[in-house]
Nanobody
């Protein structure tokens, strides 16, 4: 059974930092591209950061310079460091795992991040 379990969400003040983790099980993690998505209230889910199996990264323009995605294949975990947080980053954050060559796509349950004073 495939599981993606996010952790590290919570309440943080504007300008603060937070690091999210997503631990995967049930997949051969090193073969998967991993992504972080967010969904704010009343908005569609959007991809904010991704990292391929070869460690190439990509970011949405809105988070460039503030978010850093990384992965540890030995721990089957993908991370996202978020710095200089703004209130508009308040959202539910999800990680996903993709292996398009095998038509495999998996989602985690998400974790809430609230940026507020």
């Amino acid at each position: 059974q495939v599981q993606l379990v996010e952790s590290g969400g919570g309440l943080v003040q504007p300008g603060g930092s937070l690091k999210l983790s997503c631990a995967a099980s049930g997949i051969i993690f090193r073969y998967y591209a991993m992504g972080w998505h967010r969904q704010a209230p009343g908005k569609q889910r959007e991809l904010v950061a991704s990292i391929t199996s070869s460690y190439s990264t990509d970011y949405a323009d809105s988070v460039k310079g503030r978010f850093t995605i990384s992965r540890d294949n030995a721990k089957n975990t993908v991370y996202r460091q978020m710095n200089s947080l703004k209130s508009e980053y308040t959202a539910f954050y999800y990680c996903n795992a993709e292996r398009p060559s095998m038509n495999r796509h998996y989602w985690g349950q998400g974790t809430q991040v609230t940026v507020s004073s």
